[in-house]
């Protein structure tokens, strides 16, 4: 890895108690490749750059208009592509992006990659084919310059009978004290405070179920007509201890935004737990608050799917061209997403 790239103070502060190289703390339309190849003290080709724009705006849970200010970072994401040329490009987002919101971004995408000399393939992944104890499905877009040879996703590792399930993610936890500003070992691994209706809610709710085990009563305003009218059936949900979790989001921290509840314990599950079930090893370091750092973790690509990504680019990669960088060093870089049990 020769630098990273992002706005948030959160990300720059976690990312550096954890990586060695430059990390760049700038909006990446400021950014230009000379710029970055200056900054991070780049000299030579680039075989890959990869990136995950955020994808809120192109997401089928969005609530209200179409058009989001974050979404022409999909195309900044390209002139970085262009302006650099590397061997192959990684891109990662919600399955939204090639839908309905995503039309007239998704065609600039690939028209501008075209024009620019680059083929494109995409394939549409479910993290728990590949060892995450998640279903969480996203769309990825790989691309290399045309005429080059072609770069090929992987396929899925794991059968949906070989699915990790959210228990043995994280059975072997420890509970946490009852009292959530008690003193712990690990600051991951803390209750957060339910209100006494919430309590009266999550005692309903099965292993697996959601806010259609509760009474009508019990319900919000808004889910008392039922999920076939409303959809958003997993809110106010508890994980079901014998499947793969559903996505993982910036907000898991909280059971009324989905199946986040502890599969048989009446509380949310805690930061280490989500981090669990995105595959984040236990010595991994996260600064921020609470919120922020649920978001770091919920948006995160799990690192066991990106060391099946990174493999996969670079045998590619390592066997495609004489150009490419030292295999040694691309070796160490591939450490870089190794996690436990891989």
């Not at 995950?52 to 195309?75: A, E, H």
């Amino acid at each position: 890895m020769l630098a990273a790239v992002d706005s948030w103070e959160v990300a720059e502060r976690t990312y550096g108690a954890n990586f060695s190289h430059p990390f760049l703390r700038t909006d990446i339309r400021e950014l230009t490749g000379n710029d970055l190849r200056r900054r991070a003290g780049i000299d030579g080709p680039i075989d890959l750059i990869a990136g995950g724009p955020p994808c809120q705006g192109f997401s089928i849970q969005r609530i209200g208009k179409d058009s989001d200010g974050r979404n022409d970072l999909v195309l900044e994401f390209v002139r970085l592509v262009l302006d650099l040329a590397p061997a192959a490009f990684l891109m990662e987002n919600v399955p939204g992006l090639v839908g309905r919101r995503g039309t007239s971004v998704l065609s600039a995408f690939e028209k501008l990659l075209a024009d620019g000399g680059y083929e494109v393939r995409s394939l549409v992944v479910n993290a728990a084919d590949y060892g995450v104890p998640q279903l969480r499905r996203r769309v990825l877009y790989c691309g290399w310059p045309a005429g080059g040879p072609p770069i090929s996703l992987p396929k899925p590792t794991s059968r949906p009978e070989e699915y990790v399930t959210v228990w043995q993610a994280i059975g072997d936890l420890p509970a946490p004290p009852e009292d959530p500003q008690a003193a712990v070992d690990d600051p991951l691994h803390t209750r957060s405070r339910l209100s006494e209706l919430n309590l009266r809610r999550l005692k309903l709710i099965p292993p697996g179920g959601g806010f259609e085990d509760l009474p009508v009563e019990l319900r919000v305003k808004a889910h008392r007509e039922g999920a076939s009218r409303i959809g958003h059936r997993n809110v106010y949900g508890r994980l079901d201890p014998s499947r793969p979790a559903g996505t993982i989001t910036a907000r898991f921290d909280s059971f009324t935004r989905g199946k986040f509840a502890h599969p048989f314990v009446d509380r949310n599950i805690t930061l280490r737990e989500g981090a669990r079930l995105q595959t984040f090893d236990d010595s991994f370091k996260f600064f921020g608050n609470r919120e922020e750092i649920a978001a770091l973790i919920g948006n995160a690509i799990p690192p066991r799917l990106a060391h099946v990504l990174a493999t996969a680019l670079y045998t590619q990669l390592t066997t495609a061209s004489d150009d490419v960088r030292s295999v040694d060093l691309l070796d160490d870089q591939l450490k870089l997403f190794q996690v436990p049990g891989i």
